[in-house]
């Protein structure tokens, strides 16, 4: 069973940079997409960044592209999230997903990273 554990999050000034990550454990060999997303308080979970296993093809959200970098390590079976010029904005608890049909149904979560911009 496919197993995530979101690390990295915490408290970054605006304009800062942070990194996350997100160990899949579990075997990887049924993974089709890796994706981030993430929930303020009150509202909805959002769509980050997304990025295909097998041949590393990444997607962004409007509000983030061009200021994070979705990444993974086949060798170490780790998903990353570059985050740069931070702002007030992107704080949100940040999660992990799995998804291992192809169908965007985003099955397997982790835990979640609290990641809080001051301004």
């Known amino acids: 069973q496919v197993q995530l554990v979101e690390s990295g999050g915490g408290l970054v000034q605006a304009g800062g940079s942070l990194r996350l990550s997100c160990a899949v454990s579990?075997?990887?060999?049924?993974?089709?997409?890796m994706g981030w997303f993430r929930q303020a308080p009150g509202k909805e979970r959002e769509f980050v960044a997304r990025?295909?296993?097998?041949?590393?093809?990444?997607y962004y959200a409007d509000s983030v592209r061009g200021r994070f970098t979705i990444s993974r390590s086949i060798t170490k079976n780790t998903v990353y999230l570059q985050m740069n010029s931070l702002k007030s904005e992107d704080t949100a608890v940040y999660f992990c997903?799995?998804?291992?049909?192809?169908?965007?149904?985003?099955?397997?979560w982790g835990q979640g990273t609290q990641v809080t911009v001051s301004s």
């Open positions: 990025i295909s296993w097998s041949n590393g093809f990444t």
């Open positions: 997903a799995a998804d291992n049909a192809g169908d965007s149904s985003w099955p397997h």
């Open positions: 579990g075997g990887t060999f049924s993974l089709y997409r």
